[in-house]
């Protein structure tokens, strides 16, 4: 059964920092793209970031240079770091693989003062 848990959100001030976790399993974590997702109230879902079996990653323009997509095999996690927040990140937060498809649950993000 796959799996796939989100963990690492919360409410940050702008201008502070995040690490989104993703704990997958029932999956060969090592073959497989992944990616996270965002969406916000009244807004489109957002590709943020992905990151292939390789190690190439690849950033929405509106998070590029304030977010880093990293993975780590040998624990079948995927992570988001994100620095310099500012409101307008404020979504959930999914972890997705690519193919076939597979979406957690969601974590949210609220930066907010």
């Known amino acids: 059964q796959v799996q796939l848990v989100e963990s690492g959100g919360g409410l940050v001030q702008p201008g502070g920092s995040l690490r989104l976790s993703c704990a997958a399993s029932g999956i060969i974590f090592s073959i497989n793209k992944m990616q996270w997702y965002r969406q916000a109230p009244g807004k489109e879902r957002e590709l943020v970031a992905s990151i292939g079996s390789g190690g190439v990653t690849n950033y929405a323009d509106s998070v590029k240079g304030r977010v880093t997509i990293s993975r780590d095999n040998a624990k079948k996690t995927v992570y988001l770091q994100m620095n310099s927040l500012k409101p307008e990140d404020t979504a959930v937060y999914y972890c997705?693989?690519?193919?076939?498809?597979?979406w957690g649950q969601g974590t949210q993000v609220t930066v907010s003062s």
């Open positions: 997705t693989r690519q193919r076939p498809p597979y």
